[in-house]
C-alpha cells in the first residue's frame, strides 16, 4: 500500500550549468517527523519545492500515494508546503497583509483549522493587520508555523521554521510540533541549519548533500553507526585501520577521528587499548559527512 | 478553479471599489462644477478622459496577477492551470466592471441632458459605435499591465520602463481623445481630409493592434504560469 | 525540559535508563503506573517513537506491561529484574572500565583491590 507515501524517483534538476540535484531519490514514509539537514546550497528549498510540484523538474518523477505530483489538485490538497517568508519579492517590498496571507491559506488549504491558526496567532502575538515588510525575522518565522500547523495537511513541510526564532521560541516550536504530531499523527518534514537541538523531535532523518541524499535513516540508528576515536596518532591509526575514517584532526601527537563502522565492529572498537571510543551527535555526524574536509 | 477565483476576489473586491469611488468622485465633482450646464474645468477633462483612465487603472490592477499574487497561489497549493482561469475570470471581471462604469458615464449625459452632447457622443462614436471596442481595449491594457509586472519582477529598470512606456501611450491616448472631442469638428474633419481613410480606419487598426496583444500575451502568460518556479 | 538528556548515549537508552533507575529506587513500585509514552515525549521534547522505543525495551525485558487502554505498568519482580540486568552489564560497564584505567595510571592490582575496600568501608559509615 503506497497510501501517504511519497516517492521521488531519479529527479534531476539544473539551474543554467548548475546541477543542483543528480538522480536523487527519495521515500517518505506516512506518520513520521523527518529531519532533512543539508548545508546551505546542498538543495534543499528546491529538492522541496520539486516534491510539493511548486518547482519545475529536469528529469524524474515524483508520487504520492502512487499519483504523480504535478498539476493533480487530489494530491496538492493533502499537501502543506510552508517556506521561509520573505522581506523582499520580485525587486520590491512584499506588502502582503499577515490576514491576507492567512485567508488565503484558509481558501487553499482543504483542512484549514481557523480556530488553531487564531490560538497560534495569538500565543505568537502576530498583529495581522501588518505587512510581510514590516515583520521582524522571527515573526516571519512563526507564521511560517502558523501556516504549517493550521494547515492541519496530511503531508507539512516546514523549510527552516526555526530561523529567526530566539532559543526560548525555539523550544516552544519543537513542543508545538510533537504535541501537533502527538494528536495527528501527520508527516512532518522539517528542514533545519539548527541541527542538535531538533534532533531529539526527528524520527527520521534525511542528510542531502550536493544534490544527492546521504543518508535517509532512523535517527538513532544513524548516529550509532559513528564514533569518535581519539588517542595517541600512532594507536588510533591502529585502531581505525579496516574501518571508515571521515575525518581527522591532529593536535601535536593526539589524534581524534570521527569513524563509521558496522554494527558488528562495534565492540571491537570500544574494547581498544590506549584509545578513547565516544559517541557522535547528530551534529557531529552531519559535520563528520557533509564537511568534506574544508576546515582544514 | 473555484478556490483560485475566490482568492483573486479577495484583492479584486477592494480594487473594484477603488475604481468606481474614483468615478463617482469625478461624477459629483462635475456636477459641483457645472459641467452638465457646459462649464469646461478639470472635471470636464476627467469625465472625458474617464475611459483611458479605467484602462490606465486596470493596467496597474493586474500588476501583480502574474507576480506576487501568483507566487502566494502555487506556494499555497493550487494547480497552475486552476490559477490561469482564474486570472481570465478576474480580468473578465474587472473587465466587465470597468464596461459597465462606463455606459453608465455615457448614458448620464445624455440621460440628464448635458449640455454639449456632441463632445459626450464622440466618445462613443470614436469606437465607430460598436460596443465592444472598449472593453476589449481594456483586456488589452490588463494584459499590458500583466506582462509589465513580469517584466518589472525581472528587473526593475525594464519594469520602470514599461510602465513609462505605457503612461506615455495612455497619456497620448488621452490628448488624442481630448483634442478631438474639444474640437468637435475635428474628428469629421479628418474622416473627410486627404488622409481620410488612414483615420477612418484608426479604429479598425486599434482593435487588431488589441486583439493581438491580447492573444500574445495570453500565450505568454501560460507558458510563464507553466514553467514558474515558486520562491 | 530536555535537560536531564545528553548526547552521551542513544536518547531510548537513557529514557530507559531512568525508569530504570527509578524502579531500582523505588520511585515507581511494582504495579504502579510509569508515564506513557506520550508524557514522556512531551516531558522531554523528544520523539513519541523514541519515548516507544525505550518503554518497549523494558517491555521486553520484562520490567513494563502494558494494560490496555490505560497504560504501561511496572512488572511484578521488576526491581529485581533490573538489578539482575544491571548486575550483568555491570562488570562490562564498570569493572573493565575501571580496570582499563587503572592500567593507564600503573596501578597495581591490589593497590586497585585496597582501594574498593576503603570505598566499602566509607560506604557503610555513611
Not at chain 1, 276 to 290: I, K, T, Y
Amino acid at each position: 500500500m503506497s497510501a501517504g507515501v511519497l516517492k521521488a524517483e531519479g529527479l534531476s534538476k539544473s539551474y543554467g550549468s548548475k546541477q543542483v540535484l543528480q538522480n536523487l531519490d527519495l521515500t517518505i514514509q506516512p506518520g513520521k517527523i523527518y529531519g532533512l539537514i543539508g548545508r546551505n546550497g546542498a538543495g534543499k528549498t528546491t529538492l522541496l519545492g520539486i516534491l510539493t510540484a511548486q518547482n519545475t523538474k529536469d528529469k524524474g518523477e515524483v508520487t504520492y500515494s502512487g499519483q504523480d505530483v504535478w498539476e493533480n489538485q487530489a494530491v496538492l490538497d493533502h499537501i502543506c508546503f510552508s517556506r521561509e517568508l520573505q522581506p523582499t519579492l520580485f525587486s520590491g517590498q512584499n506588502s502582503l497583509k499577515v490576514r491576507h496571507y492567512l485567508h488565503s491559506a484558509a481558501i487553499f488549504y482543504p483542512n484549514w483549522d481557523q480556530a488553531y491558526a487564531d490560538r497560534l496567532l495569538e500565543e505568537f502575538q502576530l498583529d495581522p493587520k501588518k505587512k510581510v515588510c514590516q515583520l521582524s525575522k522571527g515573526q516571519m518565522s512563526m507564521v511560517t508555523i502558523l501556516i504549517a500547523l493550521a494547515s492541519r495537511a496530511e503531508l507539512t513541510i516546514l523549510d527552516e521554521p526555526a530561523a529567526g526564532l530566539d532559543v526560548v521560541m525555539r523550544e516552544r516550536f519543537y513542543q508545538l510540533l510533537l504535541d501537533d504530531f502527538a494528536q495527528t499523527g501527520r508527516t512532518f518534514i522539517v528542514s533545519t541549519h539548527i541541527i542538535e537541538e531538533a534532533a531529539s523531535v526527528f524520527e527520521q532523518v534525511i542528510i542531502l548533500d550536493r544534490g544527492r541524499i546521504l543518508e535517509n535513516s532512523p535517527t538513532d540508528e544513524l548516529i550509532d553507526q559513528f564514533r569518535y576515536v581519539s588517542g595517541a596518532e600512532t594507536a588510533v591509526d591502529r585502531v581505525c585501520a579496516g574501518v571508515e575514517v571521515l575525518s581527522r584532526r591532529t593536535v601535536g601527537r593526539h589524534t581524534t577521528a570521527a569513524v563509521r563502522v558496522d554494527p558488528g565492529k562495534l565492540a571491537a572498537l570500544e574494547g581498544a587499548e590506549d584509545v578513547d571510543v565516544s559517541p557522535m551527535n547528530l551534529q557531529n555526524v552531519f559535520v563528520a559527512l557533509c564537511g568534506h574536509g574544508d576546515e582544514g | 478553479m473555484l478556490r483560485a477565483f475566490r482568492f483573486q476576489l479577495q484583492f479584486a473586491w477592494v480594487n473594484v471599489a477603488a475604481l468606481l469611488g474614483f468615478a463617482a468622485v469625478v461624477t459629483v465633482g462635475c456636477y459641483l462644477t457645472g459641467v452638465p450646464a457646459g462649464a469646461d474645468n478639470l472635471f470636464t477633462t476627467y469625465y472625458g478622459a474617464m475611459p483611458i483612465m479605467s484602462a490606465y487603472i486596470l493596467f496597474f490592477y493586474s500588476f501583480t496577477l502574474c507576480t506576487s499574487s501568483l507566487n502566494l497561489a502555487l506556494s499555497l497549493g493550487c494547480r497552475r492551470r486552476d490559477y490561469f482561469w482564474a486570472v481570465q475570470g478576474i480580468v473578465v471581471f474587472y473587465a466587465a466592471v470597468a464596461w459597465l462604469l462606463q455606459l453608465a458615464m455615457l448614458v448620464l449625459p445624455a440621460a440628464d441632458s448635458w449640455a454639449d452632447q456632441d463632445r459626450w457622443s464622440f466618445l462613443m462614436g470614436f469606437s465607430g459605435g460598436r460596443l465592444w471596442v472598449f472593453p476589449l481595449v481594456c483586456l488589452a491594457a490588463e494584459a499590458m499591465g500583466c506582462l509589465s509586472g513580469l517584466v518589472m519582477a525581472r528587473s526593475r529598470v525594464a519594469g520602470g520602463f514599461a510602465i513609462f512606456a505605457a503612461i506615455l501611450v495612455l497619456m497620448a491616448g488621452t490628448v488624442l481623445l481630448v483634442v478631438l472631442s474639444d474640437y468637435g469638428g475635428t474628428w469629421d474633419f479628418l474622416l473627410h481630409g486627404s488622409h481620410a481613410g488612414l483615420w477612418g480606419s484608426l479604429p479598425a487598426v486599434l482593435l487588431v493592434l488589441a486583439a493581438a496583444v491580447l492573444i500574445g500575451s495570453e500565450l505568454y502568460l501560460w507558458r510563464t504560469i507553466r514553467t514558474y518556479v515558486v520562491r | 525540559m530536555r535537560g536531564t538528556l545528553n548526547d552521551q548515549s542513544l536518547i531510548y537508552l537513557q529514557i530507559a535508563r531512568m525508569l530504570e533507575d527509578d524502579i531500582l529506587r523505588g520511585v515507581y513500585r511494582e504495579e504502579e503506573q510509569v508515564p506513557s509514552t506520550n508524557e514522556l515525549a512531551r516531558g522531554y521534547n523528544i520523539n513519541p517513537a523514541t519515548a516507544a522505543k525505550g518503554i518497549n525495551l523494558l517491555v521486553t525485558d520484562g520490567i513494563l506491561y502494558k494494560k490496555r487502554g490505560i497504560g504501561m505498568f511496572v512488572s511484578k519482580g521488576a526491581e529485581e529484574a533490573v538489578k539482575r540486568k544491571r548486575r550483568d552489564a555491570f562488570y562490562d560497564g564498570y569493572v573493565k572500565p575501571l580496570v582499563k584505567e587503572g592500567a593507564s595510571l600503573q596501578l597495581t592490582g591490589q593497590e586497585l583491590l585496597d582501594m574498593i575496600r576503603r570505598a566499602i568501608q566509607e560506604g557503610e559509615e555513611a
